[in-house]
Nanobody, 123 residues
Framework: QVQLVESGGGLVQAGGSLRLSCAAS????????MGWFRQAPGKDREFVAG????????SYGDSGKGRFTISRDNAKNTVYLQMNSLQPEETAVYYC????????????????WGKGTLVTVSS
């Protein structure tokens, strides 16, 4: 089993930045793909960013390209999401995930989910 704990969420003004962290425990996740999803009020969850175990393969959803940066520190079992130029419509709960081996970045392809951290962007 893997436990994922997100942190770093909070209130930020439009145009501001936040850095989310996700600490994994229970077993090492250094050989797994990890990533982030988000769910805005009244909307479906959407893929934000994902990173391979090596850190060399990175994927972004359409919304975060050019503004978000995902990274990981395997020694700390931690993945990060740097978010810049945030907009009010990006107010959402951000979830850390561990992807099942061989899966794509769809909700169904994730093995583990954190409880989420709320990001609120004010206008």
């Amino acid at each position: 089993q893997v436990q994922l704990v997100e942190s770093g969420g909070g209130l930020v003004q439009a145009g501001g930045s936040l850095r989310l962290s996700c600490a994994a425990s229970g077993r090492t996740v250094s050989s797994y793909y990890m990533g982030w999803f988000r769910q805005a009020p009244g909307k479906d969850r959407e893929f934000v960013a994902g990173i391979s175990w090596s850190g060399y393969i990175i994927s972004y959803g359409d919304s975060g390209k050019g503004r978000f940066t995902i990274s990981r520190d395997n020694a700390k079992n931690t993945v990060y999401l740097q978010m810049n130029s945030l907009q009010p419509e990006e107010t959402a709960v951000y979830y850390c995930v561990v992807r099942r081996r061989g899966s794509s970045w769809s909700q169904e392809g994730m093995d583990y989910w954190g409880k989420g951290t709320l990001v609120t962007v004010s206008s």
